[in-house]
């Protein structure tokens, strides 16, 4: 099955046997009757399973070419159940370049339980390796990153990984599985913040983890029973109808993407424009090997790199609504160093390059035109 189909069909087989609805009823239910002790028809109760976050399950584990899907209350909670599989003394080496909110959960919660965490460039593959101790145990990876839009050859961190016997996860909340399957390049686990581009509506808050190895996804299950950081059935349907539009939202996104990079990239006030798909991008090259198209999210600094202006400039615009959040049909527009990565220290958050003059731009789905005319007026 093409990827196309996947989204529509995949993991989606006999979905209602009762009555053939082509969607998966909402079994809004905490529990589920037993005929005998233990006689029950595959589900017991909601934390450990649900009908209709198994189907939006079976979706993402098929449009992540693994094999297990785990749908988690948040972007974050699907993190938490990773950083699970540690213990104390347990290594990760890590993206520099992160969201924010991935940053805080493993400094402020999880370096307190004893796991320790490198943060580095990984735009030279090899640099990685010399951060790799015998107490590695995880390689976190965000490509493209937030909000810089560095992009890692995943494929290069794979093979290191595999190396030293070291997990590598992907956060794919950026790229989507329409642009790049991390399984497919040799990660072994894939995360999603489904909040963003699976869902895709700005309606839902919800995580997903996508593995191919059975006895990872099994420690991985154990977590999310044991942790009960579940996705809820209402919002596992809401994942799952946006997931059937999303070949066609994100090929749209990434059209209206290129017309933006394009448009700031001539503009006189504009600084730097970081979008994978621009050639002067520093790791195009890699963004063409590992990605189909490059995306809707760009990020820009202007010359005058003055926070009052950044200000004005996200106050300004009328199209494009001024809120943290990215990967729904509306565009949006954010200001990192104030907003969604205020919680990273100053020195730290300039060191990647977000800069006061930093705009990140969620580029939705809305006439093209009216995208630009309004990125014009607010910098006029
Ligand atoms: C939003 C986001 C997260 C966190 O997901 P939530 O659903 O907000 O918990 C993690 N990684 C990236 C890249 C994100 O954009």
Redesign the pocket.
């Known amino acids: 099955m093409k990827f196309n189909t996947k989204t529509i069909h995949g993991g989606q087989e006999n979905i209602d046997p009762a009555y053939g609805s082509v969607m998966p009823p909402i079994y809004q239910t905490s529990t589920y009757s037993q005929s005998t002790p233990g006689g029950h028809k595959g589900f017991e109760y909601s934390r450990s399973g649900n009908p209709t976050r198994s189907a939006l399950e079976n979706s993402l584990a098929s449009i992540e070419n693994g094999k297990h899907g785990l749908a988690f209350a ?6 938490d159940a990773v950083l699970k599989l540690l213990k104390p003394g347990d290594e990760i080496v890590s993206t520099n370049d ?2 924010g ?2 940053y805080r959960l493993f400094t402020s919660i999880f370096q307190n339980f004893g796991i320790k965490f490198n943060f580095i460039g990984m735009n030279n593959a090899e640099e990685i390796e010399k951060h790799i101790t015998d107490n590695t145990k995880l390689i976190w990876v ?1 490509t493209p990153t ?1 909000p810089m839009m560095n992009i890692i050859d995943i494929e290069a961190v794979s093979k290191i990984a595999k190396k030293h016997n070291v997990l590598l996860g992907v ?1 794919n ?2 790229a989507t599985p329409y642009l790049q399957q991390p399984l497919d390049l040799g990660a072994d686990l894939v ?1 999603h ?4 581009y699976l869902g895709g509506h700005s309606d839902v ?3 997903a983890l996508v593995v191919k190895d059975d006895a990872l996804a099994e420690k991985l299950y154990f977590i999310q029973n044991a942790s009960g950081g579940v996705a809820g059935p209402q919002d596992s349907f809401l994942v799952l109808r946006g997931i059937k539009t999303l070949h066609l939202r994100v090929q749209r996104h990434c059209e209206n993407g290129k017309a933006v990079a394009e448009f700031l990239n001539n503009h006189p006030k504009v600084d730097k424009v970081y979008w994978p798909g621009l050639e002067s991008h520093p790791n195009h090259e890699i963004a063409k090997k590992q990605m189909k198209d490059f995306g809707g999210m760009v990020s820009f600094t202007t010359k005058n790199d003055n926070l009052s202006e950044a200000v004005s400039f996200v106050e300004k615009l009328k199209v494009f609504t001024l809120a943290e ?3 729904g049909v509306e565009s949006l527009a954010g200001h990192p160093a104030s907003m969604t990565h205020a919680s990273i220290p100053v020195e730290e958050r300039q060191k990647t390059g977000v800069l006061d003059s930093l705009i990140r731009l969620s580029v939705g789905v809305e006439d093209e035109e009216d995208l630009i005319e309004d990125l014009k007026q607010a910098l006029s």
């Not at 948040?74 to 993190?79: E, M, P, V």
């Open positions: 948040s972007g974050l909670a699907a993190i992160l969201y909110g991935t965000e937030n956060d909340t950026f995360m913040s489904a909040t963003k808050v919800m995580g959040s990215l990967g």
